[in-house]
């Protein structure tokens, strides 16, 4: 019996080695062996991680930090952007499978009704207005996948998990130091086109923004619980104003002193209050010193704050902008109260390298509204959608903040980590539209999952408790 079953392994070796060998010898023929070979990878690695579904959230979240690098620096084509869909598909699937064999409570059911009800009411409005299925499903794969994918986190991953993600977030964060110096002193690269690890794409350093509020958050959190020295809080600061300064992230520097505001605000007063903010003002001068050298003209004044986010456009003159995009909006396109509050529909105003409605065709070029996530999002889904939309972050921040007392004191830092981002997620929608964009709103949407994982595990080890007594 044994030998049969040996003999049956080896010939499907040999097969599957002829078929292997026989396609690379094709693909050298035709000059597409890089693509075979990343097939070839992609469907080992898949193959590795079906046997542990968490794996593939682990592979996303790498993957989504470093592909644009790859793309930008090593020249490789755009559509691997797309394995960030393939990954999400898998973890989703699992987790169905996952979560109806264990039955297990997953403590999602209010940020998840109110997502259903914001795609729910996208959908009908995109019936009302007769917006072509394909936009539609084209606004599905830019947003759902998000919040499918911070289901699967809730479901496959443990607070185990969350603590390594985060500890591979360090080793990221600094290789990202390296990558960004090499970036900004040797390669020449400035402002929108330094990202790090992110890459050197127009635009890339919103995805490195968010990073680096993810970390920052993160370590905040970790030293006013006295799980961090106060010299490493001050040298991730320095660092992650360092990065701000090269790349001109100016709106780091007002997320800083927001996260900081909040760390203080969720933490008893000690002496690390003083300490943080001694530190944090001794990084902030030296980074706006930093920043005015190579960009200079700004002093971060009130004034000059509104001044940047009110006046004129987001790039360009014609350009929608920050503060009144909304006002805008509402005045001359979102006429008549059904689309004042219902918008045009999930779809009406998308665009991608494939096709475009026939809004943006239109409008897109001179507004540039789908720089701005709350701009785009109230134009398809009008005042309802955008209240939906951002009321998903702020009742992932209420649970996580109700969830970080129910949990022991290593979990319950996790809890707050993702309660201050999911404050400074709000802020993002309203700064640029880097929660549509892969690199950065699977990270994001990551974070958010934290609290319910740790939830979830709480309320598993009590039921263990409970049946054991």
């Excluded at 062996?33 to 990343?38: R, S, W, Y």
């Excluded at 456009?313 to 350009?319: A, F, H, K, V």
Aim: charged share 15%; proline share 1%.
């Amino acid at each position: 019996m044994q030998r049969k079953i040996s003999f049956k392994q080896a010939a499907v070796c040999i097969i599957g080695f002829i078929i292997t060998a026989g396609i690379l010898l094709f693909g050298i023929k035709e000059d597409i062996v890089g693509l075979e070979a990343a097939l070839f990878a992609g469907t080992g690695i898949l193959l590795i991680a079906s046997r542990e579904p968490s794996w593939l959230i682990y592979l996303q979240i790498i993957y989504c930090s470093f592909n644009k690098l790859i793309i930008s620096q090593f020249g490789a084509p755009d559509m691997i952007n797309y394995a960030t869909d393939i990954l999400m598909i898998f973890s989703f699937f699992f987790a169905i499978k996952q979560l109806y064999e264990r039955r297990e409570k997953t403590y999602i059911l209010i940020p998840m009704i109110i997502a259903a009800a914001f795609f729910l009411l996208g959908t009908v409005s995109a019936m009302l207005h007769q917006v072509p299925v394909l936009l539609t499903l084209w606004s599905y794969r830019n947003l759902l996948r998000f919040f499918l994918f911070f289901f699967s986190c809730v479901v496959l991953l443990n607070s185990k998990d969350a603590k390594n993600m985060l500890k591979i977030f360090t080793f990221m964060f600094w290789l990202n130091f390296i990558v960004v110096s090499v970036q900004f002193w040797i390669q020449d690269y400035k402002q929108d086109n330094l990202g790090g690890i992110f890459g050197t794409d127009m635009g890339c350093n919103g995805h490195l923004n968010t990073f680096l509020c993810i970390y920052l958050a993160y370590v905040c959190v970790q030293y006013m619980a006295r799980r961090m020295s106060f010299v490493y809080f001050l040298i991730v600061s320095g660092a992650s104003l360092y990065i701000a300064a090269l790349s001109e992230l100016k709106f780091l520097f007002i997320e800083y002193v927001f996260i900081l505001f909040m760390s203080i605000l969720i933490s008893r007063f000690s002496f690390r209050v003083v300490l943080m903010v001694i530190g944090a003002g001794i990084g902030l001068f030296i980074g706006l010193q930093l920043f005015n050298t190579y960009f200079p003209g700004w002093e971060f004044t009130v004034e000059q704050i509104m001044d940047y986010a009110g006046t004129g456009g987001y790039s360009t003159e014609t350009d929608l902008n920050r503060i009144t995009a909304l006002q805008t909006v509402s005045q001359y396109f979102l006429r008549g109260t059904q689309n004042l509050l219902f918008g045009m529909g999930l779809g009406s105003c998308e665009t991608s390298s494939y096709f475009q409605s026939t809004f943006f065709l239109q409008y897109g070029e001179r507004l540039h509204y789908n720089y701005l996530l709350h701009a785009f999002t109230l134009l398809e889904t009008g005042w309802i959608g955008l209240i939906l939309f951002l009321g998903f972050f702020v009742s992932v921040g209420t649970l996580a903040w109700k969830y970080s007392k129910a949990v022991p004191s290593d979990r319950k830092t996790l809890c707050l980590t993702a309660m201050i981002m999911a404050a400074v997620c709000l802020t993002q929608c309203f700064y640029n539209n880097a929660l549509r964009v892969e690199n950065s709103g699977y990270l994001a949407f990551f974070v958010l999952a934290i609290p319910f994982i740790c939830r979830k595990e709480e309320g598993r080890e009590t039921c263990w408790i409970r049946k054991k007594s």
